[in-house]
C-alpha cells in the first residue's frame, strides 16, 4: 500500500510544479472550476461528466489554493491537502446520496468547493454508484406497432430519461419504475430495420439485445410456408385477414397472421392431452434463414448468441399450463436437448398481456444438455436424425416441479411470427 500511495503521490507532483507560482493567498483571484477529469493511474486522463464511486478525478480551474471544503451532491468529501495546487485538486470520490436520494436536489451534480477566497460551484457532474448501474435484459414485444405501449425491463432503470428504438427513434416514456420502463410505440418506427432498443440514464447509453424487428429471422408468418409438416397439427386455426383477426383476439392491433389454439375458446380441463398443436421441419427452417445473407445469421453464428421467439396473446392471463417449444417431438419432458416448456411463473415477462401481445424468448441456452456449438452443426445434427418440431399447447405440469395446473374457462391462445434471432 505504501508503494502505490508513493507511486499516485508522484505522479501529482506534476501538477504540484504547475500550482507553485499560484500558492500565494490573493483575495482578488477568481475561483472557478472549469473541468473535471479521470486521473486513475496507467491509464490516459480525459474530460470526463460523470465518475463512478472509488474513483480517482481532477477538478481543474484556477484559484484552488486555500481549499477548505468539497462537496459533492451537497455532501462534505474528505480530501488530501497534499493533492491540491492552484489550478487542481485531485480527490477520490466516496460513495454518496444520488438522484433522487439527494436531500436537497439543487446540489444534485454538483461539485461545490470552498477556499479561503471564496467558493465555486461545477455543475452537471453525475456521481454513480457502480452497484446501481442500469442494465435491459428484455422487451416485452419486440415485433409492436405504432400506438401499442410496450415494457423495457432490466435493473436499476429509475433514472432513464430517454428511450429509443433502432434507427435512434425516439419513444415516449410513459412511465419508470426500478425494473419496467413503459414506452408508447412511435409513428415513425421502422419496423423493418432490426437493432436494440436504447435507455439513457445519467448519461449513459444502454442496450438491449439486438433483437427489435428481427424480421429477417421469421420463418413461420403465414402457417402455410414449405416448412410446415403437412397434416401435422390439431386443434389450431390460422386467421389472416384484419377483421378475422380483431374479431378473435377482440384487439385493435395485431399482427398480420396469427394461429390460434384451440379452433375456438373452450374449457380445457386439466390433462396431459395436448389442447393444441402445430408441426413443421426445423433443419428447413433454420436453412431458411442461413441462406438469406441479409438475416445477420449464418451456420457459423454460435447457438449462444442466438434464441428462437414468438409472439403470443391469450385471451386471459396465463394461468395454468404450458407451451411446449419442440425441436425434436418425441423428446423427453426434463432432460431432452431438443425441448424446452414454458411456463407463466418461469420467465421475466409479465403474462397478465393487459390487452397487448407478448414475445416469448427461447434462448439455445434454455436446452438442457444441449451442446451449444454452431447453428450449422445444430442443423446437422436435427436433419441427419430427421427430428420434426412441435409447438403445442397443454393444461399440465410434465415437470412435477410446483407449477399447479387447473380448469381454464374460456381459454384461446394466439401465436405468430415464430423466429430465431441474434441475442449478442
Not at 484552488?64 to 470520490?93: A, H, R, S
Not at 442500469?134 to 422487451?139: L, N
Not at 432490466?154 to 427513434?169: A, S
Not at 377482440?250 to 373452450?266: Q, R, Y
Request: glycine share 6%.
Amino acid at each position: 500500500m505504501k508503494k502505490s500511495a508513493t507511486i499516485f503521490y508522484m505522479s501529482f507532483i506534476f501538477l504540484s510544479c504547475l500550482g507553485l507560482s499560484s500558492c500565494k493567498k490573493d483575495n482578488s483571484k477568481t475561483i472557478q472550476i472549469n473541468s473535471v477529469w479521470s486521473n486513475e493511474i496507467n491509464v490516459e486522463s480525459k474530460q470526463i461528466h460523470a465518475a463512478y464511486f472509488n474513483s480517482w478525478i481532477r477538478l481543474h480551474g484556477e484559484g484552488l489554493t486555500g481549499l477548505q471544503k468539497i462537496y459533492f451532491n451537497g455532501t462534505d468529501i474528505p480530501f488530501n491537502p497534499n493533492y491540491v495546487t492552484d489550478n487542481d485538486i485531485l480527490v477520490k470520490v466516496p460513495g454518496i446520496a444520488t438522484g433522487v436520494a439527494v436531500q436537497d436536489q439543487q446540489q444534485l451534480n454538483t461539485v461545490r468547493i470552498l477556499t479561503l477566497n471564496g467558493e465555486a460551484i461545477y455543475h452537471d457532474f453525475i456521481f454513480k454508484d457502480p452497484n446501481k448501474i442500469p442494465s435491459v435484459a428484455s422487451v416485452s414485444n419486440t415485433m409492436p406497432y405504432p400506438g401499442e405501449v410496450i415494457e423495457v425491463s432490466g435493473g436499476n432503470l429509475d433514472n432513464v430519461t430517454k428511450v429509443y428504438f433502432p434507427g435512434n427513434i425516439e419513444a415516449e416514456i410513459k412511465s419508470v419504475t426500478s425494473k419496467i420502463v413503459k414506452v408508447g410505440v412511435p409513428n415513425n418506427v421502422d419496423r423493418n430495420l432490426s437493432g436494440a432498443m436504447k435507455v439513457v440514464a445519467d448519461g449513459d447509453e444502454f442496450l438491449s439485445p439486438p433483437y427489435m424487428f428481427y424480421q429477417k429471422g421469421i420463418f413461420l408468418k403465414t402457417f402455410t410456408e414449405d416448412v410446415m409438416s403437412v397434416n401435422g397439427s390439431a386443434n389450431i386455426k390460422i386467421y389472416s385477414t384484419p377483421s378475422s383477426i380483431s374479431t378473435i383476439t377482440n384487439l385493435s392491433i395485431n399482427p398480420d397472421v396469427i394461429l390460434a389454439i384451440p379452433e375456438v375458446s373452450k374449457n380445457v380441463a386439466v390433462s396431459s392431452a395436448w389442447t393444441g398443436y402445430f408441426k413443421y421441419n426445423p433443419s428447413a427452417a433454420l436453412q431458411k434463414i442461413i441462406n438469406d445473407p441479409s438475416s445477420g445469421i449464418t451456420g457459423s453464428s454460435s447457438l449462444q448468441n442466438l434464441a428462437f421467439q414468438f409472439d403470443l396473446y391469450m385471451n386471459q392471463s396465463w394461468s395454468s399450463g404450458y407451451i411446449s417449444f419442440c425441436i425434436n417431438k418425441n423428446a423427453g419432458a426434463t432432460t431432452a436437448a431438443y425441448r424446452y416448456n414454458i411456463y407463466s411463473s418461469a420467465t421475466t415477462a409479465s403474462f397478465d398481456f393487459n390487452g397487448g401481445w407478448k414475445t416469448i424468448t427461447v434462448p439455445f441456452g434454455n436446452f438442457k444438455s444441449l451442446a451449444l456449438g454452431s447453428l450449422a452443426d445444430y442443423i446437422g445434427v436435427i436433419t441427419s436424425n430427421n427430428y420434426e418440431a412441435l409447438i403445442g399447447f397443454s393444461n399440465y405440469n410434465p415437470e412435477n416441479d410446483g407449477h399447479t395446473a387447473k380448469a381454464l374457462s374460456n381459454f384461446q391462445m394466439f401465436i405468430a411470427n415464430v423466429r430465431i434471432v441474434r441475442t449478442k
